[in-house]
């Protein structure tokens, strides 16, 4: 067993916190829904770029190549300014959703390279331009140009000709729970001697300001040059110490709104968020506090970096304050994590692979472990608006997710990405889980358990989407990715956790019954739902009323049951293997299943033709329903070129020949389950009594589906 197998263990066991620290701050928190208080929900525009150095967040923080604490209660990134830029590089920039051409997009180039599931390692790497960072033209050549014309990108520019940036290398490792090692290494690759100020900066979020109860945290120096010290003082999760190596200047300011450049009204307190941004690149010398003291504090670091140089600082966050050689073991404690990490992943990632090829699996789960984020949002606290702070638009009473004051989210959350994503969506995280329960079975596990507790789940059983419309339909593909983790901890470990797949399979028969309940509105096993899978790419958006009224019945949603069920269905058989309880929680998704696929039929009960048929591929440029008079009742079948047709032809050759081998010891144990065994022969033979009606499944099997097109038909 190696050594970040055994911290794995210990965190499980709560013996050790090894993950208490991470990755978990976000790269772009302004701009989100939660940090949105206008009357209609334009997030965009209310907290945009420009306001993000000098505007407290309500709800998050970001930072650049930063860590946290797993409350995000203290916050530690980088800022660079390379004396050029107006303003410093504290976050990375992109443009919002109205300024990119293709929408929203992150405008840097920044590499995560690796960390271990307990992030004991861990390693990135920015690429800063020494020329003066051109803001304002990515912002209006993406601007001036349509949505077929490719993105305007920062290497258009210029900005990189003659390798003229700094290469930004922050590396994290763990001496122990409380104890980060950080070292930042800056290259030249220019063919000049250039300047850069390099500031490592450590705040408290800011709670404060919006009446939570309890003391002020508060920041402030408590050793001279050289390795000046700074101390936090807060009650919870206790005090630390940010040791720098050598001779920075400590600056100090306050994590709080400056009013006077925002709104022109004063500041209740002289020192603000950009204090330290107006200090260094303003000249403003009042704009810090000269006591030494604040809630956001910075290493001032000033290098002349020759070409092909390296500059390199070291620091260490603890939660003692050292004392004699701060720094003796620093360089050994880091080496041998990162041998660690190298131990870790050589059981990991398979041997026979190429060195491209292992290198690049091993900086796709560095990927995946450095997208965790702390997320908060609660619903009921957003619409009410803070005590201290103006009521918010009442509008808001019924516009965005206002149905769901249940929700209380403050946990940490694989991300899909934290700068262009910075917020969860519930159908994307079950895709992740699969890839991380690789490396980390339990954190993927509790990733698919959090999204079904009631804090998350609607009262109702819809699990929620995510932050933009939380009502909005996702494809139910949490049962399969439980399954799938589920089988993947059971081949690692030798023994399956039950106790995992039950939680999730009593939870999953909520929201299974309201798909059945809420988005079958004939009771005739047809689907509806919002994108299902498409995103924003749809021929129509399907998540928005129709403009005659009624509503759109989905092959594809119907696919995506009928997977559904399968998965629900091998659930309920493994757990029966050892609990007969399960026995009659099997009939319902067989039951599904069976109307599902007699749903897709050519010939229906209800008399229409079915929804899905076989046919050459040829995209209508418009829906072939014209604009009429509507009646209650009314039918227009819609030909809309899809691959769920072939999606479904695989659920059902399935189902005709279930189980294949992945679901386990069936039929071997179906002698045991008189019950189920009697209800599955009576819904086979249902189906086959139907066969003249059913299209030849055969014809149409997956290889067969990428030669021919499948064309939903919706109503």
């Known amino acids: ?24 701050l976000s790269e772009r928190a302004w701009g989100t829904v939660r940090e949105d208080y206008s009357p209609y929900g334009t997030a965009w525009d209310f907290f945009p770029h420009d306001h993000a150095r000098s505007r407290a ?29 107006p303003i410093l590089k504290e976050r990375l920039f992109g443009l919002n959703g109205e300024e990119g051409n293709h929408g929203e997009d992150v405008k840097e180039y920044y590499f995560y390279l690796d960390s271990t599931p307990t992030h004991s390692y861990m390693k990135f790497l920015y690429k800063y331009p020494q020329a003066e960072f051109p803001y304002a033209r990515l912002v209006q050549e993406n601007r001036n140009r349509g949505r077929s014309q490719p993105e305007f990108e920062l290497l258009d520019t210029g900005i990189f000709e003659q390798d003229r940036y700094f290469d930004v290398m922050v590396e994290y490792a763990k001496a122990d729970v409380e104890d980060i090692l950080i070292r930042i290494s800056i290259v030249n690759r220019g063919p000049d001697p250039a300047s850069l100020r390099l500031l490592p900066t450590i705040w408290f979020r800011n709670t404060w300001s919006w009446g939570a109860p309890g003391r002020r945290p508060n920041l402030h120096q408590v050793g001279a040059a050289p390795d000046p010290v700074i101390e936090l003082n807060i009650d919870q999760p206790g005090n630390r110490w ?13 994590n709080v709104t400056n009013y006077a450049r925002l709104f022109g009204v004063g500041n209740p307190t002289p020192h ?31 290098f002349t970096i020759a070409a092909d140089e390296t500059a390199v600082v070291r620091l260490r966050l603890t939660d003692t304050l050292l004392s004699g050689s701060t720094f003796g073991d620093f360089d050994q404690i880091s080496e041998l994590r990162q041998h660690e990490a190298d131990d870790f992943y050589a059981k990991i990632i398979p041997q026979h692979l190429s060195l491209d090829a292992r290198n690049v699996m091993r900086q796709s789960f560095a990927g995946m472990l450095w997208s965790k984020q702390f997320y908060y949002y609660v619903v009921k606290e957003w619409l009410d608006g803070d005590p201290k702070n103006p009521a918010p638009p009442s509008e808001r009473r019924n516009g965005r997710n206002h149905e769901w004051t249940h929700l209380y ?61 939380f009502s909005d339909v996702n494809p139910p593909v949490h049962a399969w990715a439980a399954w799938r983790v589920y089988k993947i901890d059971k081949k690692r470990k030798g023994k399956g956790d039950r106790t995992f797949l039950e939680r999730v399979f009593l939870k999953l028969m909520l929201n299974f019954t309201w ?31 129709l403009p005659t009224g009624g509503y759109i019945e989905q092959s594809d949603g119907t696919s995506w049951m009928a997977m559904y069920t399968l998965n629900m269905l091998a659930i309920a058989l493994e757990l029966a293997v050892e609990e007969p309880s399960y026995e009659e929680s099997r009939c319902s998704p067989w039951k599904h299943s069976s109307l599902d696929f007699w ?67 069936f039929p071997a144990t179906i ?37 021919s097109g499948f064309r939903s038909t919706t109503c």
Request: charged residues 20%; hydrophobic residues 35%.
């Open 272 to 302: 603000v968020k950009d204090g330290i941004n107006d200090f260094i690149v303003n000249g403003m010398r009042e704009a810090v506090n000269p006591e030494h003291s604040g809630t956001k504090a910075a290493a001032h670091y000033k």
């Open 409 to 469: 989210n403050s946990d940490v959350i694989s991300m899909p990405d934290k700068w262009e994503y910075p917020w969860y969506a519930a159908w994307d995280l079950a895709f992740h889980c699969i890839p991380l329960a690789l490396v980390d079975p339990d954190f993927a596990k509790e990733q698919l358990v959090l999204m079904l507790r009631e804090w998350y789940m609607h009262p109702n059983g819809q699990i929620p989407a995510y932050e933009w419309k």
């Open 515 to 545: 798909w059945v309940n809420r988005k079958d509105a004939d009771g005739m096993n047809i689907f509806q739902g919002g994108f299902l899978g498409l995103d924003n790419i749809g021929v129509f958006d399907r998540s928005s009323p």
């Open 242 to 254: 940010l040791h720098c190596e050598g001779s920075p200047e400590l600056l100090f300011t306050e």
């Open 57 to 85: 967040y309500r709800w998050n923080e970001d930072g650049l190549a930063g860590i946290s604490d797993r409350r995000q209660i203290i916050c530690f990134a980088l800022a660079l300014w390379n004396e050029r830029d």
């Open 1 to 24: 067993m190696t050594t970040e197998e055994i911290r794995l263990l210990e965190s499980a066991s709560r013996k050790k916190h090894w993950k208490r620290w991470g990755p978990y």
């Open 671 to 707: 002698t045991t389950i008189p019950t189920f065994s009697r209800w599955m022969d009576w819904s086979t033979g249902w189906i086959t009594s139907r066969q003249n009606h059913e299209p030849d499944y055969s014809a149409a099997t997956p290889t067969g589906a990428a030669r």
């Open 599 to 665: 749903t897709v039929s050519p010939i229906s009960s209800a008399g229409w033709s079915g929804s899905w048929t076989i046919v050459p591929i040829s995209l209508p440029t418009s829906l072939p329903c014209a604009p009429r008079e509507w009646a209650i009742g009314d039918c227009c079948p819609s030909s809309i070129p899809t691959n769920c047709g072939a999606f479904l032809n695989s659920c059902w050759t399935r189902m005709s020949s279930f189980p294949p081998t992945e679901y386990g010891r």
